[in-house]
C-alpha cells in the first residue's frame, strides 16, 4: 500500500515562502516521478511541479518558473516543494503524486497524498 504524506502548508502573507513536504511510503521510491499539484476552489486540479526519477530533472507549469523549487531526498522517501515570492492566486490544497512518466496530467499518477492547504494572504 503506497502512502503519500504531505506536511508543511499554512497561512502566509504575499510575498512569503513555505516549503512542502512530502513523505512517501514505497520501498521503490527513486523509480517513480514525483509531482506537486494544486486545485483551487471551484477550479481543476493543476500542475504545478515535477521530478523524474533518480536522475532529479524538474519541470515546471509556467506559473511556478522561477518562484518554486521541486526537490526531492531519495534516501529519505521524500519530495519537497519550496515556494518562494507567493501570491494570493497560489492559495489552494496542493497535493503531491506518484507515477511511472513523465507528465503534468492528472490522469497519469497513480498515487497521491491527502493533501495540504496553503493560503497566502493579500
Known amino acids: 500500500q503506497v502512502q503519500l504524506v504531505e506536511s508543511g502548508g499554512g497561512l502566509v502573507q504575499a510575498g512569503g515562502s513555505l516549503r512542502l513536504s512530502c513523505a512517501a511510503s514505497?520501498?521503490?521510491?527513486?523509480?517513480?516521478?514525483m509531482g506537486w499539484f494544486r486545485q483551487a476552489p471551484g477550479k481543476e486540479r493543476e500542475f504545478v511541479a515535477g521530478i523524474i526519477r533518480s536522475g532529479g530533472s524538474t519541470y515546471y507549469a509556467d506559473s511556478a518558473k522561477g518562484r518554486f523549487t521541486i526537490s526531492r531526498d531519495n534516501a529519505k522517501n521524500t519530495v519537497y516543494l519550496q515556494m518562494n515570492s507567493l501570491k494570493p492566486e497560489d492559495t489552494a490544497v496542493y497535493y503531491c503524486?506518484?507515477?511511472?512518466?513523465?507528465?503534468?496530467?492528472?490522469?497519469?499518477?497513480?498515487?497521491w497524498g491527502q493533501g495540504t492547504q496553503v493560503t497566502v494572504s493579500s
Open positions: 503524486a506518484a507515477g511511472w512518466v513523465y507528465s503534468i496530467h492528472v490522469s497519469t499518477f497513480n498515487y
Open positions: 514505497m520501498r521503490t521510491f527513486s523509480e517513480y516521478t
